[in-house]
């Protein structure tokens, strides 16, 4: 199935649209969404992606995420996200909007949402082997040994936490 994404410019204004593959190939920018999902021991969630995926298998990642679709406001794409890998909704919040840029990556706007849930036990996407919940404490110590993260939840983990 071909995913269509916007292509926005600097202002982060739609320009047009791409199929995903040529959104890389092209490097365009583009739109992403995260949600960090706390309980209510101020533990955050995250996401052990599958050895099956294309890019950062096997790297702990944001407990939801992916690109904004075409048409999609980052809301909306967020709670698509958030039913897709977590085969549940919740009540979201908005946390911060980022422009995000790293070598061999086209340029994105980061838009990240905060909820708040106790249990996650039920993994909803074969892209995921796993969810669980961890003291941010323990993240410092799982990136300080050296553990794999996906680079956007690297770069939210040290902009805000």
């Known amino acids: 199935m071909l995913e269509f994404l916007d292509v926005v410019n600097q202002q982060d204004e739609v320009i047009g649209q791409a199929e995903r593959a040529e959104i890389y190939q092209k490097r365009?920018?583009?739109?992403?969404?995260?949600?960090?999902?706390?309980?209510?021991?101020?533990?955050?969630?995250?996401?052990?992606?599958?050895?099956?995926?294309?890019?950062?298998?096997?790297?702990?990642?944001?407990?939801?995420?992916?690109h904004v679709q075409a048409g999609e406001n980052y809301e909306e794409a967020a709670l698509r996200e958030f039913q897709e890998e977590v085969g549940k909704t919740s009540q979201i919040e908005f946390f911060s909007?980022?422009?995000?840029?790293?070598?061999?990556s086209p340029n994105k706007f980061l838009v990240t949402?905060?909820?708040?849930?106790?249990?996650?036990?039920k993994i909803a996407c074969p892209d995921v082997v796993q969810i669980k919940f961890f003291e941010l404490a323990e993240?410092?110590?799982?990136?300080?040994?050296?553990?794999?993260?996906?680079p956007e939840l690297l770069f939210l983990l040290k902009k805000y936490f």
């Open 113 to 121: 949402f905060k909820s708040q849930l106790e249990l996650l036990d």
């Open 139 to 150: 993240i410092r110590q799982m990136i300080e040994r050296g553990e794999k993260f996906h």
């Open 97 to 104: 909007k980022d422009f995000y840029e790293a070598a061999g």
């Open 28 to 66: 365009l920018c583009h739109r992403i969404v995260h949600v960090l999902i706390f309980n209510s021991q101020n533990q955050m969630a995250l996401q052990l992606r599958s050895d099956q995926v294309s890019f950062c298998p096997n790297h702990w990642s944001t407990a939801v995420g992916g």
